[in-house]
């Protein structure tokens, strides 16, 4: 069965540091990833999602993540944090046979001054 | 603007009284979910409909149910039944034949 494990349920990084939040999954089949962002009291905005082709995956807000196969594994990065950054942010790998995801537990990312 | 809409946003409720949340999407997509988020619990996913007048049970059905009747609108009620329904509650969509989800805004449950 399909599976994600998102390593820390919170990051604390300094303003103008580099963001690395970390998603491995468990899946039988190739699977679709995709990492989602969630600020206080709203829904989730989707920053970037890995179908096929190129591994490396460019999203929104300067965000990008690299699809592993050998690692399974599809972290997030962030070149320079920002302020604006800080929120919770969701891993999810696709279930084979059926149209659903499977979430992580979410990473909350503090950014300090 | 196409999107989900999810009303109210609060919601409070007495213990015992069954409440229902509202899922409304403009998107035209076939596929409609409904997730309850706790605190460090991420996403489970309750209940899912990939067609009018057909849904699936999710990961934590009981204590819950749902319609979907038209294209557009997939409610759930909270049921007396389900045990602790203090959470907060997101409804998304996908076209058909993609993984990929939109969400509404959400609407937090408080039963005393």
């Known amino acids: 069965a399909q599976s994600v494990t998102q390593l820390g349920s919170h990051v604390s990084v300094s303003e103008g540091a580099l963001v690395l939040l970390r998603c491995n999954y468990s899946?039988?089949?190739?699977?679709?990833l995709f990492w989602y962002v969630q600020y206080p009291n709203q829904g989730l905005q989707l920053l970037l999602k890995?179908?096929?082709?190129?591994?490396l995956v460019k999203g929104i807000n300067g965000f990008e993540a690299e699809f592993k196969k050998s690692e399974t594994s599809f972290h997030l990065t962030k070149p320079s944090a920002h302020m604006s950054d800080a929120a919770e942010y969701f891993c999810?790998?696709?279930?084979?046979?059926?149209?659903?995801?499977?979430f992580g537990q979410g990473t909350r990312l503090t950014i300090n001054p | 603007d196409g999107g989900i809409t999810q009303s109210p946003k609060y919601l409070f409720r007495k213990e015992g009284q069954n409440v229902t949340l509202s899922c409304e999407q403009n998107?035209?997509?076939?596929?409609m979910y409904w997730y309850r988020q706790d605190p460090g619990q991420g996403l489970r996913l309750i209940y899912y409909?990939?067609?009018?007048?057909?849904?699936q049970k999710g990961d934590i059905a009981e204590g819950y149910s749902v319609s979907r009747e038209k294209k557009e609108s997939f409610p759930l009620t909270v049921t007396s039944a389900q045990k602790n329904p203090t959470a907060f509650y997101l409804c998304?969509?996908?076209?058909?034949?993609?993984?990929?989800?939109?969400f509404g805004p959400g609407t937090r449950l408080t039963v005393t």
């Open positions: 998304a969509s996908s076209a058909a034949g993609s993984y990929e989800q939109y």
């Open positions: 899946s039988s089949v190739p699977p679709y």
């Open positions: 890995y179908t096929t082709g190129a591994t």
């Open positions: 999810a790998v696709s279930i084979q046979g059926a149209q659903k995801l499977v």
């Open positions: 998107l035209n997509h076939d596929a």
């Open positions: 409909s990939q067609i009018v007048n057909d849904f």
